[in-house]
């Protein structure tokens, strides 16, 4: 190959690359926006107002009637933070008990709890889950109520589908609170939790299907938060395409604490 083939070679794959990071970026970010609107939404037709505006079956309405405008979402629930003295009164108002996401029995006694009570239909199984007993997830509803900002987690196998994901978080407050108030008095005005699952695996594939030349590259989408130990989000394990070039495109998925990045190759050699 001549040099100028090469370097043409090197300038389409990085073109391309661009072109898949700033769409994939896109649709997370307008997925995003709209899961702000749905905290909202919660707020204000749940918790601010009595009787409440909202049930399941208007929750679950509002948002298969709304799902196309959260294209990497599999689906969104919300969770309601709950502290142990709470929860004999919610159960039984309620009707069912709270229950662990690793075993689905009813859960051990603990000081509090983030119960699902919404879920759009394609997460009904959530339902009732305590969304505290996952690793990810608790880390998540952690960091999101301390700091008031919609937070992801690790890339994770997603209950149900077994597909790569990660879940997006934002936090319900009582109240606007001022950005001056402690971490403490953020968690004890915290409402609950609206969340989404990026099912990464199945979305991002039908959104890279959908372009032309798809087959002539490979794409890898990595968690590269922590130097070192790039966490793979999306394709291959072991990239098994034409390893002797590489174009790495930026992506910002909208988490300050965390660094994401697209990797992509041609699967031919020339
Ligand atoms: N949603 C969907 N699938 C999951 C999952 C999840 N969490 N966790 C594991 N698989 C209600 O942050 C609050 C949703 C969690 C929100």
Known sequence: MTEKAAEERKEVLGSMCDERARMLQDQFSVSVNHVRALAILVSTFYHNKSPSALDQETFADYTARTSFERPLL?????????????????????GWTIRSMNDREPSPVEKEY?????????????????????????????????????????PFRLLES???????????????????????????????????????????????????????????????????????????????????????SMLDFGDPFRRHQMECRYNQRP
Do not use: W
Request: aromatic content about 6%; glycine content about 6%.
């Open 162 to 248: 077994n597909h790569l994901g990660v879940i997006l978080t934002f936090p319900v407050y009582h109240s606007d609170l001022p950005t001056d108030v402690s971490v403490q008095e953020r968690i004890e005005a915290t409402d609950g939790y609206l969340g989404g699952a990026f099912d990464v695996e199945s979305l991002v594939e039908n959104l890279l299907r959908q372009l032309a030349d798809n087959q002539d590259i490979e794409v890898n989408v990595y968690d590269v938060t922590t130097p070192g130990l790039p966490l793979i989000m999306y394709g291959p394990q072991h990239p098994n395409g034409d390893v002797s070039l590489l174009h790495v």
């Open 74 to 94: 599999s689906g969104v629930a919300y969770a309601r933070r709950l502290v142990h003295s709470e929860r004999e009164q919610f159960e039984k108002q309620q």
């Open 114 to 154: 983030a119960p699902v009570i919404f879920s759009q239909d394609t997460l009904s199984y959530l339902k009732s889950l305590d969304m505290m007993s996952g690793e990810e997830d608790r880390a998540n509803i952690e960091r999101a109520r301390e700091t008031g900002k919609a937070v992801l987690t690790n």
